[in-house]
């Protein structure tokens, strides 16, 4: 039984997705039964967590087809973590979509096809096969364009088209280094990948083949040169999409560069250097553009690439507190974004728009929702003892220990302009005094909801906050787990016996 | 388009063109065919039938909206996949084969059921997409 769990997070979530279509016409039974869903695929990933944690790494070889010939699945602790970590944010998003999504958006498919991209999401994380890796990102991008432009506004269409145009690029760009690597190796499964490429002794090529990765991947991942469909995107759709997206999407492509720059092409010489200056330019740019942005919901946009910085600058100084460090900021920043976006979701219920200069007195007019809103705003600082604070210890001591100045300077710099940043959306939005704006008509204010609607917009943000609490509170828990998925990345030996040695067993 | 010989010809191509696409669903596992490319000709049918007789005489026929065909069509390619896992506690999408040759299908596996859940999403899909363009139209 325990083998066939590890396939089950993607399972769940198609059968739900297909349920869903059942009943096109009717929102109600759908946003019930999306819920009841997404709890069963919670309960399914902890106990994936569960096994994987006591057990080591599961490996379910699809269509029971030996290691390298089929596609086989791996579930080691990053992926299962991911994957319960990617089933709490929809299980929290599919209850924010009660209020947030409009019926006549529902009719629409919305669930569905939601469900659809937490199955992309999940399978893109347990998948040891690259080219079905690349099968797993087209079902997202294809899943995640559909969301974005539901409802049809002409600004998510202009948005989406962006969005759209350079994920597509990054997609074919990965697709070619694809191509490229089995050319040169004539295998896709990454465990013998690994085990391959250290035996080519055309290093030029190989060298080729993982920076076209790079760019692919750091395309979808938000990295300076091509991160700006990012921003140009994520603040047109509604607030529980975008929450979605600012949680997870960027998340898969720091992944994948996690995944393949430690397993397939372990970081070294050029390529490290590369991923150095990369990082540094993306928090550069992306704290100067938070920064500049007059509206929350793309200061917010502009942070994910900022704090991408630190994922990637953790995986660029390739030693094994670095990645803790990197693993653990990847948790924490999924929790908190998502929690930011659903936020931004409340302000605009609040004030009607999300422009900073037309929204204040939040303290005073809601100081318990103030100071709900404040901890996660607080934890993206890294005030200690929040969880922003414990990732940044073990990214600073890496950088110390490596004798890297330059991402020490990095590390700090974006520390200190998401203080700057949070400072002024805290003054801006809770403490200046509210302007008078004239109130929409067709908009229905938070102040106007029913207990109901208010506590679907608000209960996820609570439960979302627990979850940042327990990383704060029990920070040990959360770097043990850092620790062990670090030292799995660094030895990845175990992970390729874990792939074949079922095989062995099978014999 | 009003056409006598279009109209006539389009009732004897219909049933002909869905017994082809039954004929290239089956004989898909081996050799060219399989569930798209029979999803294809089968919605092509349908497609003929209306430019002949009119969208309105085809939903007739259909009686069903194209749209359910992809959820149906959906189940059925996951139950395939699923049903290894449930009944013989092998690996997902391991072909289960039942032994015995059965006269004009020949041997009948999971995989035709997968195959047969494409053929649904295919005709549903596409269906659903020259309705609602030749609607607007």
């Known amino acids: 039984m325990s083998e066939h769990l590890i396939i089950l997070p993607i399972i769940v979530q198609a059968i739900i997705a297909v349920t869903l279509l059942f009943f096109w016409r009717k929102p109600k039974t759908q946003r019930v039964l999306s819920i009841v869903g997404s709890s069963i695929a919670v309960i399914i990933a902890s106990m994936l967590f569960g096994t994987v944690w006591n057990q080591g790494t599961q490996v379910l070889q699809l269509g029971n087809w030996e290691a390298p010939f089929g596609i086989s699945l791996v579930g080691d602790t990053l992926a299962a973590a991911l994957v319960l970590l990617t089933s709490i944010v929809a299980l929290v998003i599919s209850i924010y979509?009660?209020?947030?999504?409009v019926s006549a958006r529902v009719k629409f498919g919305y669930y569905a096809i939601f469900h659809f991209l937490i199955m992309g999401l999940s399978g893109a994380f347990l998948t040891g096969d690259i080219f079905n890796l690349y099968v797993w990102f087209e079902v997202i991008i294809i899943s995640s364009f559909v969301l974005l432009t539901i409802g049809g506004r002409k600004i998510q269409i202009e948005g989406a088209v962006k969005y759209f145009t350079l994920n597509m690029l990054s997609s074919i760009v990965f697709l070619t280094g694809i191509a490229m690597l089995y050319g040169v190796t004539g295998s896709l499964n990454m465990a013998e990948l690994s085990q391959i490429i250290p035996t080519i002794e055309n290093k030029g090529i190989v060298q080729t083949i993982s920076l076209v990765f790079m760019i692919g991947f750091g395309v979808k991942a938000g990295l300076f040169p091509l991160y700006l469909w990012l921003p140009a995107s994520y603040h047109t759709p509604p607030a529980a999409v975008s929450a979605l997206f600012g949680g997870l999407l960027t998340k898969v492509g720091v992944y994948a560069l996690i995944r393949v720059f430690t397993l397939i092409f372990p970081l070294q010489g050029l390529n490290q250097d590369?991923?150095?200056?990369?990082?540094?330019?993306?928090?550069?740019?992306?704290?100067?553009?938070?920064?500049?942005?007059?509206?929350?919901?793309?200061?917010?946009?502009?942070?994910?690439?900022?704090?991408?910085?630190?994922?990637?600058?953790?995986?660029s100084l390739f030693t094994e507190i670095a990645l803790v460090g990197a693993v653990f900021y990847m948790f924490h920043d999924i929790i908190v974004k998502a929690t930011l976006f659903m936020i931004?979701?409340?302000?605009?219920?609040?004030?009607?728009?999300?422009?900073?200069?037309?929204?204040?007195?939040?303290?005073?007019?809601?100081?318990r929702l103030s100071l709900l809103f404040a901890i996660p705003?607080?934890?993206?600082?890294?005030?200690?003892?929040?969880?922003?604070?414990?990732?940044?210890?073990?990214?600073?001591?890496?950088?110390?220990?490596m004798n890297s100045i330059f991402m020490l300077v990095v590390f700090i710099f974006a520390s200190l302009i998401t203080l700057i940043i949070i400072a002024k959306v805290w003054n801006n939005v809770f403490a200046k005094n509210a302007r008078k704006t004239e109130k929409l008509e067709k908009l229905k204010y938070y102040d106007q909801f029913d207990l109901r609607e208010k506590s679907a917009m608000i209960i996820p943000i609570l439960m979302l906050v627990c979850v940042i609490l327990y990383y704060s509170i029990f920070a040990e828990h959360i770097q043990l787990v850092a620790e062990r998925i670090g030292n799995e990345l660094m030895n990845s030996d175990q992970y390729v016996e874990a792939v074949f040695n079922l095989k062995d067993e099978a014999k | 388009m009003k056409s006598i010989i279009l109209t006539t010809v389009s009732k004897t191509l219909l049933?002909?063109?869905?017994?082809?696409?039954?004929?290239?669903?089956?004989?898909g596992h081996y050799?060219?065919?399989?569930?798209?490319?029979?999803?294809?000709?089968a919605s092509i049918a349908f497609i003929l039938h209306s430019f002949a007789n009119g969208l309105k005489k085809t939903r007739h026929l259909l009686r069903i909206h194209p749209g359910f065909l992809i959820p149906v069509g959906l189940a059925l390619a996951i139950g395939s996949?699923?049903?290894?896992?449930?009944?013989?506690?092998?690996?997902?999408?391991?072909?289960?084969?039942?032994?015995?040759?059965?006269?004009?299908?020949?041997?009948?596996?999971?995989?035709?059921?997968?195959?047969?859940?494409?053929?649904?999403?295919?005709?549903?899909?596409?269906?659903?997409?020259?309705?609602?363009?030749?609607?607007?139209?």
């Open chain 1, 97 to 101: 979509s009660n209020t947030n999504m």
């Open chain 1, 274 to 315: 590369i991923l150095m200056i990369i990082a540094g330019f993306t928090v550069f740019f992306g704290g100067i553009g938070a920064l500049v942005q007059k509206d929350v919901i793309r200061v917010f946009s502009y942070l994910i690439i900022c704090h991408i910085g630190f994922m990637i600058g953790g995986l």
């Open chain 1, 344 to 367: 931004g979701g409340v302000f605009f219920r609040m004030f009607g728009n999300t422009k900073l200069y037309n929204m204040g007195g939040l303290m005073n007019d809601y100081p």
């Open chain 1, 377 to 401: 705003l607080f934890a993206l600082v890294g005030i200690p003892p929040l969880s922003g604070f414990w990732p940044k210890l073990s990214l600073f001591g890496a950088s110390y220990q």
């Open chain 2, 15 to 27: 049933p002909l063109l869905l017994l082809f696409s039954v004929f290239v669903l089956l004989r």
């Open chain 2, 31 to 41: 050799l060219p065919g399989g569930g798209f490319i029979a999803g294809l000709i």
């Open chain 2, 81 to 137: 996949a699923i049903a290894p896992m449930i009944f013989q506690d092998l690996p997902v999408m391991t072909g289960l084969w039942y032994h015995n040759e059965i006269p004009v299908i020949g041997k009948i596996g999971s995989a035709l059921f997968f195959d047969s859940g494409v053929y649904l999403v295919v005709i549903g899909v596409s269906l659903t997409i020259i309705f609602t363009i030749s609607e607007k139209a």
